[in-house]
């Protein structure tokens, strides 16, 4: 009985840790997708096509 409350105790803490992550990935506000809270560089999707349509309009 003890043994299986610690293997609970430990899945509902890898089950939380792992939805933490997951939530601050998509919830960042700098983009950054490691949730380390440095400024990581953020990748401009649009400025990314805009260079693309301009590169095939020459």
Known sequence: ???ELIILLVFLAAAFYM???IYRSFAAKSGCVK???TACSTIDFKKIQQDLERSMNN
């Open 1 to 3: 009985m003890v043994q």
């Open 19 to 21: 939805g933490r992550l």
């Open 35 to 37: 949730g380390c809270g």
